[in-house]
Each structure stands twice: as C-alpha cells, then as structure tokens.
C-alpha cells in the first residue's frame, strides 16, 4: 500500500482520503519504479552523466530500427525475469508516456510481445557498449534530429564507483 501511494504522489495522481481506493497503476508503471525508476528518476529525470535521462528522449530511439532495437537488446533489458509481453509494456510505457514518442517519432509503432521475444535473444552482451550507444545516438541526431543533448550519457566519464 505505501508503495502504491507513494507512486501515486510521483505520477501526480490524487491521494486518497478516507475509505477510498489509492489509485491504480499498470503494471507497467510499477514495472518502471521497481526496476528502473532507482536509476532513470522516477519520472525519467536522472543524473545524466551518469545514467541516460529518458524524460522527453526515450522516443527518439523509435526513428530507426537499429536504435529501437538497442533498446531491447540492453542487457538489463533483455535478461530481465519479466515475461516478453511485461517487458514489451515496460518498453512501451518508457518510450511512449516517459519518452514522449508520438510527439518525437511521428509513426512510431508500439512494441509487441513477439517483437521483445526475438530481440531479448540477441542481448548487447558482446559489444563494446557504449561505443554502440555512441553509433546509435549519432545515427538518431543525424537522421531523426535528435538533440544533441542525447549524448550527454557518456559512461566512459562517469566516476568510478567502489571499494577504494
């Protein structure tokens, strides 16, 4: 129930008073916060030189197959215990309402279940990546104006973090 209201308050919904209901949430939303709002921001709002900010930009990786594809194929993504159709939710709960896709990628198509199921077979697991991310955020500011903004994630710089 915390957990519920607390989402609540983050997605701006009312909270409850009384005998009524909290609000209802997707799953996919709940999805987000417990796997991917600690790090991203719970509203796709996050430390951007050191984890990519989904707010406003996630959408733009619909432009291009190879860029929609990466987004699946990330091994947080793609090795996740979610079921493909849980994960294709996620993904389209990322791009569409955190992203803002229809406003970034005109004719961007939802994930489908079937879709995450052959991509989530060939995980970013062997590539340098983010050599890859790099390729595909060019591609995007290239070919689907993509702000340049994109590339203020770059791993390479981020801190180095524990035991000293």
């Given amino acids: ?21 909290p609000p209802h949430l997707s799953r996919a939303q709940i999805d987000y916060l417990e796997r991917c709002g600690g790090c991203h921001g719970i509203e796709g709002v996050s430390a951007q030189e050191l984890v990519p900010t989904l707010r406003h930009r996630a959408g733009y990786f619909l432009c291009t197959r190879l860029a929609r594809e990466y987004l699946v194929r990330l091994p947080s993504v793609a090795t996740s215990p ?31 279940a079937a879709e995450v199921h052959l991509l989530r077979r060939n995980p970013l697991n062997e590539v340098a990546l983010s050599a890859y991310r790099s390729g595909v955020i060019e591609d995007l500011i290239r070919r689907c104006g993509a702000p340049p903004a994109l590339r203020d994630y770059r791993p390479s710089a981020a801190p180095a973090t524990g035991a000293r």
Avoid: K, Y
Avoid at 1 to 21: D, H, K, N, S, Y
Avoid at 86 to 93: D, E, G, S
């Fill in 1 to 21: 129930m915390t957990r519920v209201l607390l989402a609540a308050v983050i997605f701006g919904f009312c909270i409850p008073t009384g005998a009524e209901e």
């Fill in 82 to 112: 979610l079921s493909d159709e849980a994960v294709a939710n996620l993904m389209n709960f990322v791009v569409f309402d955190i992203g803002d896709a229809p406003n970034l990628a005109p004719n961007a198509q939802t994930f489908s």
